[in-house]
């Protein structure tokens, strides 16, 4: 089926892209298979981490399907094209329903993309991840492909004003080797070895950032164990149990 929304809107982000000076460093987009299902594992910083996800899949001529959640779906603006992009809704209380959409996806020979973490992390480090990525790699049959973004907290992210004039800002993505997700492995296991990747990913990404906040007052995009004022996992944790 001919793609009338996904390609014109990867047209206008690239637009937009351009008009902010995004400097993009993208590698490994290798690893992402040319044809097959496969589950694109990211860890999550920002709002706009699925489209940089996307367009890590681009050189590939891969398009990611996300899942995301239902009320995105439902926003007068941003719910015709997540239809249109064939984005997966995702209704907490009905997990079920969008679990089974990933896998008539995956079967089909798509890629879609999860984020483990479920949600934003505040402290820009990996929360937990949650099972449900390797368990359709796994009854699909498909590989697991981890990557991590870095700097995307920068332009919108949760907590913090959007950021969206020309800032030059510098993103960094890194794209990992597959993982297979052997059905004769508990999923457990397999979630912890690609979380394990996606860390090791994630700190190459940051290793490999080319700024460094300009003064105290730009610290707060910097996790607290590498010196920045981010809050610490255990901060957030505090704050959301209030």
């Known amino acids: 089926m001919a793609e009338l929304v996904y390609r014109p809107v990867i047209g206008f982000a690239r637009t937009l892209f351009k008009a902010w000076d995004l400097k993009i460093d993208c590698q490994g987009s290798e690893n992402i298979p040319r044809s097959g299902g496969?589950?694109?594992?990211?860890?999550?910083?920002?709002?706009?981490?699925?489209?940089?996800?996307?367009?890590?899949?681009?050189?590939?001529?891969?398009?990611?399907r996300f899942m995301a959640k239902e009320s995105v779906f439902r926003h007068r603006v941003s719910g015709p094209l997540m239809r249109g992009m064939k984005h997966i809704p995702v209704d907490r209380t009905q997990g079920e329903a969008a679990y089974e959409h990933a896998l008539r996806s995956l079967r089909s020979g798509e890629i879609v993309g999860v984020?483990?973490?479920?949600?934003?992390?505040?402290?820009?480090?990996?929360?937990?991840?949650k099972s449900g990525a390797a368990r359709m790699a796994q009854e699909a049959g498909?590989?697991?492909i981890p990557m991590a973004v870095w700097g995307t907290q920068r332009l919108w992210t949760k907590g913090h004003p959007r950021n969206f004039k020309r800032s030059h800002t510098p993103i960094t993505i890194r794209v990992g080797e597959a993982i297979e997700a052997s059905k004769d492995k508990y999923a457990g296991a397999i979630t912890r070895q690609l979380r394990d990747?996606?860390?090791?990913?994630?700190?190459?990404?940051?290793?490999?950032?080319?700024?460094?906040?300009?003064?105290?007052?730009?610290?707060?995009?910097?996790?607290?164990?590498?010196?920045?004022?981010?809050?610490?996992?255990?901060?957030?944790?505090?704050?959301?149990?209030?």
């Open 142 to 144: 498909v590989p697991l």
């Open 115 to 129: 984020f483990p973490e479920a949600t934003i992390s505040q402290s820009f480090t990996l929360k937990s991840f």
């Open 38 to 64: 496969a589950v694109l594992v990211s860890n999550h910083i920002s709002y706009l981490d699925f489209v940089f996800n996307g367009l890590a899949a681009l050189p590939q001529k891969r398009l990611v």
């Open 197 to 242: 990747r996606v860390q090791e990913l994630l700190e190459a990404a940051q290793r490999a950032y080319p700024v460094r906040p300009k003064d105290a007052q730009d610290t707060w995009w910097i996790p607290a164990h590498l010196g920045g004022t981010a809050p610490t996992p255990e901060q957030v944790r505090e704050a959301e149990a209030r």
